[in-house]
């Protein structure tokens, strides 16, 4: 099974300050750091010259070692948590929102 890349971009909404939304990464990184199998938490605000981002301008990416362990951080309680206080500080909630899981080549 392959290794995979957990994407996820979202639209901040106006209101929404950097302190909140350190908030909710701090959260992710340490359900990242608690779960087996999932690694390399990394979050930040796109910095990409093209202009192509359609105002998903922050996003961040979790490593799993596989399906498995990418299937149980998504069921886990305090990910749902983070998740739903994250599509709080998010332009139109979870349609402000991309979830996009890429395989790893070994």
Do not use: W
Request: net charge negative; hydrophobic share 45%.
């Amino acid at each position: 099974m392959p290794q995979i890349e957990h994407c996820v971009f979202f639209k901040r909404a106006m209101k929404v300050t950097d302190n909140e939304i350190a908030k909710v990464m701090e959260k992710l990184a340490s359900i990242t750091e608690r779960l087996n199998g999932a690694s390399n938490f990394r979050s930040g605000t796109n910095i990409s010259p093209e202009g192509l981002h359609q105002n998903f301008l922050d996003g961040f990416i979790i490593q799993f070692d596989d399906v498995a362990a990418r299937d149980a951080y998504l069921v886990d309680d305090e990910h749902k948590l983070a998740g739903a206080m994250l599509v709080e500080l998010i332009n139109g909630g979870v349609d402000g929102l991309i979830v996009f899981d890429l395989p790893i080549a070994r």
